[in-house]
């Protein structure tokens, strides 16, 4: 767990990539992108090993299961569309229900699944911060929709974003792959920052800073 | 195409009943028509006695003859011969490995045709061909059609296919030899059975170098009869002498810039192999800064732009160059000029390629080719020697291929045979078994790949609506028609690393200058300067997946370009070197500065000797290296050097690498090697092996090639990848997911199976440790001599997610948070 100071609130970044907001009691993630696999086969495109679903919640669950959060929030994209979400595979529906039955669950609408279950809320003000799917300019927002990954010593690993108004999290899907802290996106929303990268251990490294030269 | 009044043999499918050896003058007349005859007789040649085999033999052939020795000639004869008395309709397809070889042939071919008077209408089909011209093909194919694999993989998977291929009577497969060594050749020869079913009476003629086995490449073919040319006389090669000794370390062969640049003075064209696009550009550079006469002299290789590569291959036919510094590029049969002097660069890692680039000095077959041999390094100077003693033995590698036909291209066949028209199981099975490499294709295997195509093969059965192929009234087909347009961006079998175009940054669209490995263009920073094309150039950014660069003229380049592939010493080789090496009393054929040099390594380390296993242990800066000298081939230190840093790991070493070359293994860590004997126990690197198939990079790699072949990821297309990079994933997942909840998964199979066919070769290795040898594991003070090339050694294997990594990534943040003056 690395402690990351935003907007004036403290929060917990997980070496999975999720979230926790201790003052909240509530663990964050964002583009979980469901039903992956299925919507490439349903649009005629590969047959993709159709296990990423089941993979994603069996790693959601551990961390609710680890953390016991009484919230937990998902900030878009948690469908790959909304089909995905309508047409749920028995056992996933089953095991986002039981989820369902032990904690607040609240979606957040993302781009790829406007509509959701039928439950998204566009944004979702808490306090000093806005949760939503894509950053806006004034912020401060926690939000997703980037996939952020940032590299160290040559390896790429998902990465929290972390400047003065955005906090960007990590896709938390097991299919999804990721967008690079040093490109032109990343830099121009974050500008002076850091990363935190996920995995074990926990790294930090600046963003932005021309000092510290991109790493490669 | 030259002829001489030269002696064959002419034998049947087994080599010791050699028989019909005959001067050409006493061959039966009137094989050829008359007209054919008096061209050869105008031309004052005579036919080569194998040209006139071919023509007279019925069925499939396989034509085993030198370089220079008519053999495209040879293969086309029966199919000009028929096509005089007319023919409508497609009569002959030409496939050969290279687009170049296609446009080469084309030129070659005119002219016989023109001078005999044919009309006959010769087409090439390859990527390069216009959308327009592809279009009219389909429709109106020509006589004579020459193509690629790939293309004709993608003409087979067209609806008109049948009526295309339909009266189809020769298919000629040049460089057959070449093509059987890698999957592309599987490929082609499925595609073959296809043709064979489209057009019932169809003869096939394979042209292939001098090859140590001719009967297996016959069998490869599906069966045919082979017809071996005269090799004619020995080669005159040598090893070039150099003013001064070659260094320790490195490749490229710079410091003989100036021995070379006097030989070409001396010879009329000379072609200088490399054996990477690098060393290619780097000798380049050198060679002109010693080109006193500036005498024209060209760079010719793979990664360089179309119009560049062009523009040396049309200065070459007019006679207007001296020399050609060239990679594997023009190792196939191109012909262009008088060559005759050809200099290998480089050890030639392999005897047959060496003798087929000494074929290529003097086209003309009754005349001994002329090659030197210039050793990089001093090790090098060891594999020279005994490679030029193999060739005097006319020794070759036995190498090829005895594998089993694919089952990834397999995959791929079958979905692109849906594409054309529905098919029966049963018949595509029929079909596919009479393709040489898959005779022996279990029904079971063909099935599980016809249930990955349809549906995936998951344990899980997840996608029964969404198939890909449905099964109708007995046939399969494509569930939505629509899914054939990314079936046929995604045929072949050549799965390279991602290539980013370099032009010159300008404001509107600079002259392209080449292209680089995406991961090259990835470790670059504005003002980084790097050759291409024998210029050096600055990095000025990316733009829209085109690496932008300005002139650099002047400036030393910083760094070297495209890692570039590794070719593999043949085992034979690497055993002749060992033999070389642990036998002084051979070592007179060797100059005396590698002389010292093998002394000075005796002094500092050892000699590693074939009755023991020789290791050492050194520092340099901040990382300890353990080298091994297995001499075992590259593919048994592979693995070795898998398992042995898995072990390393767990005794907390933090191993972070290691290369592997055909003698040795290399491997780098944060800790040195205490004890070299425990490490390599046997039984513990047993154990290593059930469960190190995990995670590591080299079967990540092997997957992602086999998963693209198959069709399970789509192949990276230019322009694909603009924006939304968020959106693609590595398929280093795919395999993880693969690997957690569907183990038995088809393409884990054929993953297991590859690897333990190329890369893991664990009985070698069994083998090398079980002979009781005795471990000799020397401290060495610094780098020793024979371990100092390996540290330059390209195809470094990088140890993922261990401590060693986690240790340099900690280092790397708190220097970056520093120097940003952060906490």
């Known amino acids: 767990m690395t402690p990351i100071q935003f907007a004036g609130a403290l929060f917990h970044a997980q070496p999975s990539g999720a979230l926790y907001w201790p003052a909240q009691d509530m663990l964050i993630v964002a583009d979980l992108h469901l039903g992956k696999s299925g919507r490439i086969a349903r649009r005629g495109g590969a047959l993709l090993p159709p296990f990423e679903s089941l993979d994603t919640l069996h790693r959601l669950e551990a961390e609710v299961a680890r953390l016991a959060p009484a919230r937990l929030i998902s900030l878009g994209d948690a469908f790959d569309d909304d089909t995905a979400a309508r047409e749920l595979p028995p056992e996933v529906a089953e095991r986002l229900a039981a989820l369902a039955g032990r904690l607040e669950l609240i979606w957040i609408a993302g781009n790829h699944d406007p509509q959701g279950l039928g439950q998204s809320c566009e944004a979702l003000p808490i306090g000093p911060v806005t949760l939503r799917h894509i950053a806006e300019a004034e912020g401060p927002d926690i939000s997703g929709h980037y996939h952020p990954k940032a590299r160290l010593a040559r390896r790429a690993r998902p990465a929290f974003a972390v400047g003065q108004t955005h906090l960007i999290l990590p896709a938390f899907g097991t299919y999804t792959g990721g967008l690079d802290c040093d490109g032109p996106e990343l830099r121009a929303l974050i500008g002076l920052g850091r990363a935190v990268l996920t995995g074990t251990p926990m790294l930090t490294r600046p963003l932005g800073y021309s000092a510290a030269r991109q790493s490669r | ?823």
Not at chain 2, 155 to 168: C, D, M, R
Not at chain 2, 254 to 263: E, G, I, K, T
Not at chain 2, 271 to 283: C, D, G
Not at chain 2, 581 to 603: E, V
Request: charge should be neutral; charged fraction near 25%; proline fraction near 6%.
């Open chain 2, 1 to 823: 195409m030259r002829a001489s009044a030269r002696c064959v043999a002419l034998v049947p499918a087994r080599r010791s009943h050699t028989f019909a050896v005959m001067p050409d003058n006493l061959h039966p007349p009137g094989l050829l028509p008359p007209r054919f005859a008096q061209w050869f007789k105008d031309r004052g040649w005579q036919p080569h006695a194998h040209q006139l085999a071919l023509l007279e033999t019925r069925g499939d052939t396989l034509l085993i003859a030198p370089t220079g020795g008519g053999k495209t000639l040879a293969g086309f004869l029966p199919s000009l011969v028929d096509l005089a008395q007319g023919h409508t309709g497609l009569h002959t397809l030409y496939v050969s490995p290279l687009k170049a070889l296609s446009k080469d042939i084309a030129r070659n071919l005119s002219q016989p045709v023109d001078e005999i008077g044919l009309e006959i209408r010769i087409e090439d089909r390859t990527g390069d061909t216009s959308a327009t011209m592809r279009k009219r093909q389909r429709v109106d194919p020509p006589q004579i059609l020459l193509t690629t694999p790939e293309s004709l993989a993608l003409l087979l998977s067209y609806p008109e296919a049948p009526k295309i291929f339909g009266t189809l009577k020769r298919v000629i497969l040049d460089e057959i030899h070449a093509l059987a060594e890698s999957k592309r050749g599987d490929q082609l020869m499925l595609g073959l059975s296809r043709l064979r079913a489209l057009a019932p009476d169809l003869s096939v003629a394979g042209l292939s170098a001098t090859v140590e086995a001719p009967e297996a490449l016959a069998a490869f073919m599906g069966g045919a009869r082979v017809i071996e040319a005269d090799p004619g006389p020995a080669p005159d090669i040598a090893m070039l002498p150099t003013a001064s000794p070659p260094p320790w370390a490195g490749g490229g062969g710079r410091y003989a810039a100036r021995d070379v640049m006097a030989a070409i003075e001396r010879a009329r064209l000379s072609l200088i192999f490399l054996n990477t696009r690098a060393q290619a550009e780097l000798f380049f550079q050198a060679l002109w800064e010693v080109n006193d006469k500036a005498l024209p002299i060209g760079l010719h290789h793979g990664s360089l732009a179309r119009e560049a590569r062009h523009r040396v291959e049309e200065a070459m036919v007019a006679g207007t160059l001296r020399a050609v510094v060239c990679t594997g590029s023009l190792d196939l049969g191109l012909d262009w000029g008088d060559v005759d002097l050809v200099l290998q660069v480089g050890a030639p890692k392999n005897v047959k390629r060496l003798v087929q680039r000494i074929g290529r000095a003097n086209h003309r077959y009754d005349q001994p080719s002329k090659a030197r041999i210039v050793a990089a390094n001093r090790f090098e100077v060891v594999e020279c020697a005994a490679a030029l003693a193999a060739v005097r033995e006319g020794d070759l590698d036995g190498g090829g291929r005895r594998w089993a036909g694919p089952l990834d291209v397999l995959c791929q066949h079958i979905l692109l045979t849906a594409c054309a028209a529905p098919f029966a199981a049963d018949a595509l099975y029929a079909e596919v078994a009479r393709a040489g490499p898959y005779a022996d294709l279990p029904r079971a295997d063909f099935d599980a790949c016809l249930s990955f195509c349809a549906t995936g093969g998951y344990a899980l059965r997840a996608y029964d609506r969404w198939q890909r192929l449905l099964e109708r009234d007995g046939l399969w087909q494509l569930r939505d028609p629509r899914t054939a347009r990314d079936l046929r961006m995604n045929i072949g079998t050549i799965t390279d690393t991602e290539k980013l175009k370099v032009r010159r940054k300008a404001r509107r669209g600079g002259t392209p200058l080449g292209e680089v490995e995406e991961g090259f263009a990835a470790s670059l920073t504005q003002g980084d300067t790097f050759l291409i094309g024998g210029q050096v150039v600055r990095y000025e950014g990316l733009r829209e997946m085109v690496v932008e660069v300005s002139d650099a003229r002047g400036r030393e380049p910083r760094i070297a370009v495209f890692s570039g592939l590794k070719m593999a010493t043949s085992l034979e080789l690497s055993q002749r070197v060992q033999r070389l090496i642990s036998t002084p009393a051979d070592w007179d054929q060797l100059p005396p500065a590698t002389r010292d040099w093998m002394a000075l390594q005796d002094r500092i380390s050892t000699l590693p000797r074939p009755d023991t296993l020789t290791c050492e242990t050194f520092a340099r800066g901040d990382r300890w290296y353990f080298c091994l000298y297995g001499f075992a081939g590259r593919n048994a230190h592979q693995t070795l050097g898998l398992l042995l840093t898995h072990r390393m790991e767990q005794a907390g070493l933090g191993p972070l690498g290691f290369v592997a070359t055909d003698y040795a293994l290399l491997i780098w860590s944060l800790d040195p090697v205490e004890d070299a004997a425990a490490l390599l126990s046997p039984e513990g690197l047993r154990d290593g092996l059930r469960d190190w198939l995990g995670g590591n990079a080299v079967m990540k790699r092997a997957f992602r090639a086999i998963a693209t072949i198959a069709g399970l990821i789509q192949r990276n297309l230019p322009g694909q990848r603009k924006s939304g990079r968020q959106a693609t994933f590595s398929s280093d997942i795919l395999y993880d997911t693969l690997r957690r909840y569907d183990p038995d998964h088809l393409l884990l199979r054929i993953t297991r199976h590859e690897a333990q066919r190329g890369l893991v070769d664990f009985d070698r290795i069994e083998e090398m440790l079980a002979q009781g040898h005795e471990i000799v594991h020397i401290r060495a003070p610094h780098v020793t001599p024979l371990a100092a090339p390996l540290l330059l050694e390209h195809g470094q294997v990088g140890i993922r997610g261990g401590q060693g990594e986690a240790r340099l990534m900690e280092q790397e943040a708190e220097a970056m948070m520093r120097e940003a003056g952060l906490e």
